[in-house]
């Protein structure tokens, strides 16, 4: 089998960085305290097994129980148990593409039987997407690599459909304008998850969160690593939720300059697709873009291209500070003049 290949991560800080779609503003102060802290207490001693400090902050914010939550080394370690979970040899994995790709590699290493079922020009969900068969359904809202949003009511409506296990991925959600977690309280079926990595500026922390009816969260715990967050992630999220405001004032900053950025893309000729994400996906339709990204890297500017036949016409772009932005759109518009 293939395995997934993430995004590049140069470690030099010579690019601008607009390919894995962090943030580009720093966390909240609170988490450098809150991990200074816990370094120089008890780090010697292992972390809490279901991080308790966590998940009690969580359900706060979130209006849940914190049976309803599982907390993961990233919401890829909550994708990984989940399909260890719920999927052996040869058990149906619907999948919409194109997507996170993570979502197959996942299936593949458990030897699922996974459906790939494209998406509409426009990214909406395809009739026929519910089947009652499948074991696992994926669904990233709002999806990458288009930014794309399904509208909570067309989720409700699937759960209802589907026998197996729904799987609502909202790693970008605090982009967007409405979460399916008020759902789980109604669909015994739907897991919700969330990270850190984005809104709350901590994807080198690696957490997140798992969201569902108590019964799902318990199969879950069995599958597990039993310390799966080591202290310091611990510390570090439950500090990033005593400090909303913070974060809020990073992605209605973001939702701004993706405004401008999409905007602009569109004045350059590119399709843009409406993103309710911190990155929008542009296209120019039957134009391999690869070497407007292979130009960009030249220039020190990292974006991500896709080299699928779905993809190769687009590049997606995560939204940086104001002057990343105005530095990617210059650099763009003078390649673009030059070919
Ligand atoms: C749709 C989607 N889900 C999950 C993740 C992974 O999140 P984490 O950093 O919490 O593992 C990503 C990361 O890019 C993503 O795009």
Same mark, same amino acid.
């Given at each position: 089998?293939?395995?997934?290949?993430?995004?590049?991560?140069?470690?030099?800080?010579?690019?601008?960085?607009?390919?894995?779609?962090?943030?580009?503003?720093?966390?909240?102060?609170?988490?450098?305290?809150?991990?200074?802290?816990?370094?120089?207490?008890?780090?010697?001693?292992?972390? &809490?097994?279901?991080?308790?400090?966590?998940?009690?902050?969580?359900?706060?914010?979130?209006?849940?129980?914190?049976?309803?939550?599982?907390?993961?080394?990233?919401?890829?370690?909550?994708?990984?148990?989940?399909?260890?979970?719920?999927?052996?040899?040869?058990?149906?994995?619907?999948?919409?593409?194109?997507?996170?790709?993570?979502?197959?590699?996942?299936?593949?290493?458990?030897?699922?039987?996974?459906?790939?079922?494209?998406?509409?020009?426009?990214?909406?969900?395809?009739?026929?997407?519910?089947?009652?068969?499948?074991?696992?359904?994926?669904?990233?809202?709002?999806?990458?690599? &288009?930014?794309?949003?399904?509208?909570?009511?067309?989720?409700?409506?699937?759960?209802?459909?589907?026998?197996?296990?729904?799987?609502?991925?909202?790693?970008?959600?605090?982009?967007?304008?409405?979460?399916?977690?008020?759902?789980?309280?109604?669909?015994?079926?739907?897991?919700?998850?969330?990270?850190?990595?984005?809104?709350? &500026?901590?994807?080198? /922390?690696?957490?997140?969160?798992?969201?569902?009816?108590?019964?799902?969260?318990?199969? /879950?715990?069995?599958?597990?690593?039993?310390?799966?967050?080591?202290?310091?992630?611990?510390?570090?999220?439950?500090?990033?939720?005593?400090? /909303?405001?913070? /974060?809020?004032?990073?992605?209605?900053?973001?939702?701004?300059?993706?405004?401008?950025?999409?905007?602009?893309?569109?004045?350059?000729?590119?399709?843009?697709?409406?993103?309710?994400?911190?990155?929008?996906?542009?296209?120019?339709?039957?134009?391999?873009?690869?070497?407007?990204?292979?130009?960009?890297?030249?220039?020190?500017?990292?974006?991500?291209?896709?080299?699928?036949?779905?993809?190769?016409?687009?590049?997606?772009?995560?939204?940086?500070?104001?002057?990343?932005?105005?530095?990617?759109?210059?650099?763009?518009?003078?390649?673009?003049?030059?070919?």
């Amino acid at each position: 089998m293939e395995g997934y290949s993430p995004g590049e991560q140069p470690q030099d800080g010579q690019y601008i960085k607009l390919n894995t779609n962090e943030n580009p503003y720093p966390p909240s102060p609170k988490v450098a305290e809150a991990i200074n802290k816990e370094a120089n207490t008890s780090i010697r001693l292992y972390p &809490s097994p279901m991080a308790d400090s966590l998940r009690r902050k969580a359900a706060k914010v979130h209006g849940v129980r914190e049976e309803n939550i599982l907390a993961g080394n990233g919401a890829d370690d909550l994708l990984s148990i989940l399909v260890r979970s719920f999927v052996g040899k040869g058990d149906l994995v619907v999948i919409p593409t194109p997507t996170y790709t993570l979502y197959d590699t996942l299936v593949a290493i458990q030897e699922g039987k996974k459906l790939n079922i494209p998406f509409t020009e426009n990214f909406d969900i395809p009739e026929g997407f519910a089947k009652r068969d499948a074991k696992l359904t994926f669904l990233a809202n709002p999806n990458s690599p &288009s930014g794309t949003f399904t509208p909570i009511k067309k989720i409700a409506g699937f759960a209802k459909e589907l026998n197996g296990v729904l799987v609502v991925d909202e790693a970008y959600v605090d982009f967007a304008s409405e979460s399916a977690i008020p759902l789980i309280n109604e669909y015994p079926n739907i897991v919700v998850l969330r990270t850190f990595s984005k809104s709350f &500026s901590l994807a080198g /922390m690696r957490i997140g969160l798992a969201f569902a009816n108590r019964n799902l969260i318990h199969g /879950m715990i069995k599958v597990k690593d039993s310390y799966n967050l080591n202290r310091l992630s611990i510390a570090a999220a439950a500090a990033a939720l005593d400090d /909303m405001p913070w /974060m809020e004032n990073n992605v209605a900053k973001i939702k701004k300059t993706r405004q401008r950025l999409s905007t602009s893309l569109t004045g350059l000729g590119f399709k843009v697709y409406p993103s309710q994400s911190n990155f929008v996906l542009a296209k120019i339709p039957g134009r391999n873009l690869k070497g407007i990204y292979e130009e960009l890297k030249r220039r020190d500017v990292l974006v991500r291209y896709f080299d699928t036949p779905e993809l190769n016409d687009c590049i997606r772009i995560t939204v940086g500070t104001d002057d990343e932005i105005s530095r990617l759109l210059k650099e763009l518009s003078d390649i673009l003049e030059k070919k």
